[in-house]
């Protein structure tokens, strides 16, 4: 599967699984219930949710479950993902360079619980100047 392939059908798609899988989150402290599905080029969805923790910094977001998940099953080419929090919130920092770690060009749609795509970019356009594997060179010690 390709960008091409991105129809819209398949966006909605997308948003709809991050839709639904919301109300699995948990977020008992801050009460921001986050879904996210993930494309990737296989042609499946990863979904994930934020899992939030009494020790606060434990929890994780949805979009880190929704890369994991995948990562962690063979999945790393990724076309695209949707994230419905309540109001369209972006993501955060962590998630921007983690999503960067797979592929700048990767599509992400941000939409709020009604499911309206408020804003739509590249993970490039997110996290300009992302750290990368580039930038990892052997004689880096000062
Ligand atoms: N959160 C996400 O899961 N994704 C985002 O894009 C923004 C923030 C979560 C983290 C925390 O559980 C809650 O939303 C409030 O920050």
């Known amino acids: 599967m ?15 699984a991050a839709q639904e899988v919301r109300s699995w989150a948990y977020a ?11 494309l990737t080029a296989s042609g499946r969805i990863y979904d994930g949710v934020n899992v939030e923790n009494a020790a606060y910094p434990a929890g994780i977001c949805a979009e880190r479950v929704a890369v994991f998940k995948a990562v962690s099953e063979g ?45 739509e ?10 750290f990368r594997a580039d930038d990892l060179v052997a004689d880096a010690t000062p």
């Open 28 to 38: 008992p402290y801050s009460h921001y219930a986050v879904g996210a599905a993930l």
């Open 121 to 130: 970019m590249t993970v490039a356009e997110l996290l300009p100047g992302a």
């Open 75 to 119: 999945e790393r080419e990724f076309l695209a993902v949707a994230v419905v929090t309540p109001n369209g919130g972006s993501p955060c920092g962590s998630c921007r360079q983690v999503l960067a770690e797979f592929g700048l060009e990767t599509l992400v749609l941000i939409a709020n619980a009604a499911g309206e795509v408020l804003r």
């Open 2 to 16: 390709s960008r091409e392939s991105l129809t819209d059908a398949l966006r909605q798609q997308l948003v709809s």
